[in-house]
């Protein structure tokens, strides 16, 4: 199993451009969640799905959106880049059950100017 | 509103020394607290997963307690070696609402060195 994966690692972006944050994983699982993380301030959730065709904001969703057409695949859409979402975007995913284990992606590094 | 206070924020030790990390949350109600290993540049790495009825979990050279009455958690390392350099963080889940009501705190970065 390959686990969770991101793509791109690293990505530099002007004001206003639009990009896909991608992230895929072959657990079968249910649960998938898109966070960042900025210096001395703890992950925080963007936008999460409880399965195929559905999906709900989480703390800070301005500026993003989601969707998840399969079980597999849920991309991090921003559809103009501001300087404020200049961060680290981590992509997680676990099975039902609010006490399983979550496991993280590798992270995108997205610096915005 | 819920929070997770982890301290200290920054701690450096020598190779082969213990320490612990401290946690304490105001989350309610709660559900599970869990440790997280974040290697610079990398994403976390689940340690432990504790429930309300645990109060000691082991995972190797690390080992994690939780006192549900004073909401406070802490993260044992024995033995340190260089690869235990990392954040370490606490992240508090809250029951009955939504399955993504997880709490995050902003890590302890630990430094071992030789």
């Known amino acids: 199993n390959a686990g969770v994966t991101q793509t791109p690692k690293f990505q530099v972006l002007k004001t206003g451009q639009s990009m896909t944050l991608q992230c895929a994983q072959d657990?079968?699982?249910?649960?998938m969640s898109w966070y960042r993380q900025d210096p001395g301030m703890g992950l925080r959730l963007i936008h999460y799905?409880?399965?195929?065709?559905?999906?709900d904001q989480g703390e800070v969703p301005n500026g993003y959106n989601v969707s998840r057409s399969t079980t597999e695949d849920f991309p991090l859409r921003l559809l103009s880049a501001a300087p404020s979402q200049t961060s680290v975007y981590f992509c997680?995913?676990?099975?039902?059950?609010?006490?399983?284990?979550?496991?993280f992606g590798p992270g995108t590094r997205l610096t915005v100017l | 509103k819920n929070q997770v206070e982890q301290s200290p924020q920054s701690l450096i030790i020598l190779e082969g020394k213990n320490c612990t990390l401290q946690?304490?949350?105001?989350?309610?109600?709660?559900?599970?607290l869990r440790w997280y290993k974040q290697d610079t540049g990398r994403g976390p790495v689940s340690l432990t997963i504790?429930?309300?009825?645990?109060n000691t979990k082991s995972n190797g050279r690390y080992t994690a307690t939780l006192d549900a009455d004073t909401k406070q958690s802490s993260l044992h390392i024995t033995a340190s070696q260089l690869s235990d350099s990392a954040s370490y963080i606490c992240?508090?889940?809250?029951?009955?609402?939504?399955?993504?009501?997880?709490?995050f705190g902003k890590g302890t970065k630990l430094s071992v060195i030789p």
């Open positions: 992240v508090v889940g809250e029951s009955g609402a939504g399955s993504y009501q997880l709490t």
């Open positions: 997680a995913s676990r099975l039902q059950g609010a006490r399983n284990e979550q496991f």
């Open positions: 504790m429930t309300f009825s645990e």
């Open positions: 946690c304490n949350y105001t989350v309610s109600p709660f559900s599970n």
């Open positions: 657990m079968n699982h249910e649960y």
């Open positions: 799905s409880v399965g195929a065709g559905i999906t």
